[in-house]
């Protein structure tokens, strides 16, 4: 059976990835084309780096975990709808070495949370190792199956909107180059358009490709959805300097995360889906990033040049730059001219 391999395994062989996508979330089909399984090709990364960490720490007692069909076994309880409480009981037997209870407790709890992590990509905790970005999802509740956990936190937004609308010109690059904002790419959608290390880092969570295919019972309804919304508003399929800017991000080698080539297909917005209305559960992030986006912090003279959006501001700006520069240069001359005036009145004869 193929899903009897390692899940430690890397990379996960191509053969299997479809048996993996179908266990994880229980679809009735699975992609079965080459192109489309490339499509999943940073998701499988995350899957990789995510059960190497759980399984290789600590001796490998922080999981009952060893094959990707011990994972779509508790995948398919928690899309079932199973309490943590639940799952865990289910796991406990599964020890064949007599480890005390208190071990297989915790492997039991480590499973259900790595799981959860696998199908959500939510970092759910506290785990024993690193965490990304912000503190984790504690899953504290026994008996709250993972669809309530994740209900509690993504809310609905209670913002008026106001008639609030983004611009085309409100998009990733622009925030970067305008604002000032570096932009970190995040494998935690918990982590999706907040502001981190004093507003100056925007973390965006960029599955396109997971978002696209969800269609997992476990999330708020219609949360992927929207998510891909703010991706499409950020990311803007036919502008120019976002394309070329993503083909950079995506070659850079400075991140260790692998960027999803699908930010560069996403849908259009239509103008009346730039509403903020239209946006529930990520309208308050959204509305602060607008907020910072039009009024800059513009703290170098290369902003400075970009940032057209106000032309009288920005000519009446580069016009001053202009005679203050023009200024210091004829001063500059005039002092070199008067120096020579003077070397030459004390020796004439000079040549």
Known sequence: MALARSAKEDPVPEDIKADIIKGLWQWNTTPTSLMDIRKWDVYFQYYTAECQKAIGYGRGEYTTVRKHKDITVIAKKLEDGYTKEKIKQSLLPLDTQQRPTDVRVRMAEGSARLVARLI???????????????????????????????????????????????????TAFNLRRFSGLRIQWSNNLANHLRLMDNDTTLCIFHHVAFLRYQNSTIF????????????????????????????????????????????LNCERLMPEE??????????????????????????????????????????????????????????????????????????????
């Not at 990304?132 to 936190?153: H, K, S």
């Not at 309804?221 to 300097?241: M, V």
């Not at 986006?293 to 106000?310: A, G, L, M």
């Open 220 to 263: 708020p309804d219609g949360l992927a959805k929207e998510t891909l919304q703010t991706l499409a508003l950020l990311f803007p399929r036919y502008n120019k300097s976002t394309r070329r800017w993503l083909l950079s991000e995506r070659s850079s080698s400075r991140d260790t995360i692998y960027l999803d080539q699908e930010l």
């Open 120 to 170: 959500s990509m939510v970092d759910i905790g506290p785990l024993p190792y690193g965490i990304q970005g912000r503190a984790p999802i504690p899953w504290d509740n026994e008996d709250w199956d993972l669809r309530t956990l994740l209900g509690q936190y993504f809310e609905e937004s209670s913002t008026d909107p106001e008639g609030i609308k983004f611009e085309e010109e409100f």
């Open 274 to 351: 730039r509403c903020a209305e239209k946006f529930k559960f990520w309208r308050d992030e959204l509305i602060t990033l607008k907020e910072k986006f039009e009024k800059p912090r513009s703290t170098s003279i290369v902003q400075f040049w970009y940032d057209r959006r106000n032309k009288v501001q920005w000519y009446t700006f580069w016009v001053a730059v202009l005679v203050l520069c023009l200024t210091i240069f004829f001063g500059l001359v005039q002092s070199i001219e008067g120096a020579l005036q003077v070397y030459k009145a004390y020796h004439p004869n000079s040549k």
